[in-house]
């Protein structure tokens, strides 16, 4: 089992959707990425975040430590939304980042 | 130039070359990373700089070897590489606090497309 996990792995919207991708982890943690890779492989970081709620434009990530768990929400998705967007942790007392496998979500007009 | 730069951006190379990979940051940033990402495998960790000097290698087969001659500047070299090297080689910069490396945000350049034949 690997020690972060997403959900889905595949995800298709229609344009204006309430997205949702959830994050799970077995690991202590000092802080939470949520990454945005784009087709020709480029990557951005889109928060980073290690308690509550942080809210950028349409996109909104929040982290429950105690449940181990995050979300990265999209309202009123958009077809350029669609990538691959991916949960890493930055592990507790060792600095070690570990990366879920990512979500592809593609959203249609 | 702005942000993380690489080149080359795409490399096809044989098993017996010898390539160098590059990486500029043009952020001042303190640190700097190397990640590969294979297909249908979740990006890997290779190794971290800072301040020039190299902190982290997960257990990276030799053949591989980085080299970080000041802090906006990366290099990977790339000798007698496999098949299975073939992925996306990303470059990423931060600026790191006392925290640890990965408490702050990491920005990436775009990537090189290695393919090994």
């Known amino acids: 089992k690997n020690e972060v996990e997403q959900s889905p792995q595949n995800l298709t919207a229609q344009e204006g959707e309430f997205i949702t991708i959830n994050c799970s982890y077995s690991v202590g943690i000092s802080a939470l990425h949520w990454l945005q890779q784009h087709p020709g492989g480029g990557i951005v970081s889109l928060f980073m975040l290690s308690s509550g709620k942080k809210k950028h434009g349409r996109l909104i990530a929040t982290i429950n430590i105690q449940e181990k768990h995050s979300s990265l929400h999209i309202t009123a998705s958009h077809p350029r939304d669609s990538a691959v967007y991916i949960c890493a942790v930055a592990l507790h007392n060792t600095d070690k980042l570990i990366f879920g496998t990512g979500t592809r979500l593609q959203v249609f007009p | 130039e702005t942000g993380v730069t690489q080149t080359p951006r795409h490399l096809v190379m044989g098993m017996t070359n010898k390539k160098s990979l590059k990486c500029e940051q043009h952020l001042g940033h303190n640190a700097m990373y190397w990640y590969k990402q294979s297909a249908k495998k979740p990006l890997e960790l290779m190794f971290v700089?800072?301040?020039?000097?190299?902190?982290e290698n997960n257990s990276v087969p030799s053949r591989f070897s980085p080299e970080c001659p000041n802090s906006s500047h990366l290099f990977l070299h790339l000798h007698t590489l496999q098949p299975e090297d073939s992925a996306l080689y990303l470059c990423?910069?931060?600026?790191?606090?006392?925290?640890?490396?990965?408490?702050?945000?990491?920005?990436f350049g775009p990537g090189t497309r290695l393919t090994v034949l």
């Open positions: 700089y800072s301040l020039e000097e190299r902190v």
């Open positions: 990423a910069s931060s600026q790191v606090k006392t925290s640890g490396f990965f408490t702050d945000t990491q920005y």
